[in-house]
């Protein structure tokens, strides 16, 4: 009889008869309770113009006055500012990050604008990558900056979506859920808000534009879902403003002609933006940006970095093996440049050993004219010196004859 290493109960206690579970229906608790001590990320980008109310909408969603500081409008580039608040709500802890877009649109030449936006999402995407390749991973630890969702908040100019509308979200459609909304929605009557949304839908449509859908496959949220996916985009009006009414506080919006309820599904789609997005499909958009659009990243990468992530090979398995690759490679051209390098020695030595010879021939050369002029040059001096001294000799003898 074996003694359990945690209490130091005897094992037959646990299991009274063959009819009791073994346990492993408790597994679901285990999990629940690990995700939960975790706490959920969720990473929201809020993208649209300046004072479209992208920080006001958040303040509602949350029911909370995160206090974003105004973003400075000189700057002519697009930034991206992150906003990291811990929230808890019962049990569960939500790491929520808000990522605003700071001077989107509001540049002259705005046909760049998205760029550094698809720059942020790949980075996100990039450092998850780094984490997942490294041999010693850590990602139960590893804090998930990854955009679940990119809320596009649209002007309520009662027209249509603009070209630089089309050109982002068709840079974003496959990175990232693309959730559009209808901003200051109060700004429009109700007719030109239908008109509006109908020409939104249109053109969307007509530029293939693929905006986040809610599943439909589970029973139990499928009817609603399609109604969302319908509805979609959401008109909303935030406010940090409350108010009393009926000895309720409600968030509003108080004009001199009356007072705009965000919560009120009669004054504006807020209340069906909160249900689908965080009440029925936060865990889809989490789930969606994991194996959808971070999956399509990294098979794009890897491939590029010659890395086919397949059954029959561990994507580990794969990166030690192209790393080794790459090792031999470097060792390789090493090899190469030393080769090169002993040849071009050799060839230079060669070189001045022939510059050597040639000066040293030429030295030989001189050395033999000049011994040749100074054999000539004495034979000379020689020969005047004789004729210099017969000269003299028959000049010392004419001048005796003459005395005598
Ligand atoms: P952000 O720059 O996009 O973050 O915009 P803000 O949230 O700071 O809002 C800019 C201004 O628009 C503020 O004066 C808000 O009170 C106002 N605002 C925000 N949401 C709404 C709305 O739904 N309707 C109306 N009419 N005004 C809004």
Same mark, same amino acid.
Request: proline letters at 3%; zero cysteines; hydrophobic letters at 35%.
């Given at each position: 009889e074996s003694k359990s290493a945690v209490n130091g109960n005897s094992v037959k206690e646990y299991i009274i008869s063959d009819k009791d579970p073994v346990g492993f229906d408790l597994l679901p608790d285990q999990l629940v309770n690990k995700c939960v001590e975790r706490g959920f990320p969720l990473n929201i980008l809020c993208l649209g113009e300046t004072g479209i109310g992208k920080s006001t909408l958040m303040d509602t969603l949350f029911r909370k006055n995160f206090d974003t500081k105004p973003a400075a409008h000189n700057d002519n580039e697009v930034t991206l500012k992150e906003h990291r608040h811990d929230m808890q709500e019962k049990q569960v802890r939500l790491k929520l990050t808000i990522i605003d877009t700071v001077n989107f649109s509001d540049q002259i030449d705005k046909s760049e604008s998205y760029k550094p936006i698809v720059k942020y999402i790949e980075d996100?995407?990039?450092?998850?990558?780094?984490?997942?390749?490294?041999? #010693? #991973?850590? =990602?139960?630890?590893?804090? @998930?900056?990854?955009?679940?969702?990119c809320l596009y908040f649209i002007p309520p100019t009662g027209l249509t979506l603009k070209e630089l509308d089309i050109a982002t979200m068709k840079a974003l459609e496959k990175r990232v859920n693309i959730i559009p909304i209808i901003a200051k929605a109060d700004s429009i009557t109700k007719p030109e808000l239908l008109q509006f949304k109908t020409n939104i839908i249109q053109k969307l449509k007509e530029h293939k534009v693929h905006i986040y859908q809610c599943p439909t496959d589970d029973p139990i949220v499928a009817k609603a879902n399609q109604?969302?996916?319908? @509805?979609? +985009?959401?008109?909303?009006?935030?406010?940090?403003?409350?108010?009393?009414?009926?000895?309720?506080?409600? #968030?509003? #919006?108080?004009? +001199?002609?009356?007072?705009?309820?965000?919560?009120n599904e009669q004054h504006c789609d807020f209340v069906k933006l909160r249900?689908?997005?965080?009440?029925?499909?936060?865990? @889809? =958009?989490?789930?969606?940006t994991h194996s959808v659009h971070y999956e399509l990243y990294r098979k794009t990468k890897l491939s590029e970095m010659g890395l086919v992530d397949d059954d029959k090979k561990s994507l580990q398995e794969a990166y030690q093996e192209k790393k080794r690759e790459h090792k031999q490679n470097m060792e390789r051209a090493e090899e190469n440049v030393r080769e090169n390098f002993i040849r071009r020695v050799k060839v230079k030595e060669s070189e001045l050993k022939e510059k050597e010879k040639e000066l040293h021939d030429r030295y030989e050369e001189l050395k033999k004219q000049h011994s040749e002029e100074k054999r000539k040059l004495e034979e000379d001096r020689d020969r005047l010196k004789a004729e210099m001294e017969d000269f003299n000799k028959r000049k010392t003898l004419g001048s005796s004859k003459r005395k005598k």
């Open positions: 996100q995407f990039e450092s998850y990558l780094q984490e997942e390749l490294k041999v #010693r #991973r850590a =990602l139960h630890a590893y804090h @998930d900056t990854r955009v679940h969702v109604k969302f996916n319908e @509805d979609m +985009p959401f008109a909303v009006v935030g406010s940090t403003e409350e108010i009393k009414q009926g000895g309720k506080t409600i #968030r509003a #919006r108080q004009y +001199p002609w009356g007072i705009v309820q965000v919560e249900e689908m997005f965080i009440r029925t499909n936060m865990e @889809d =958009l989490r789930e969606t």
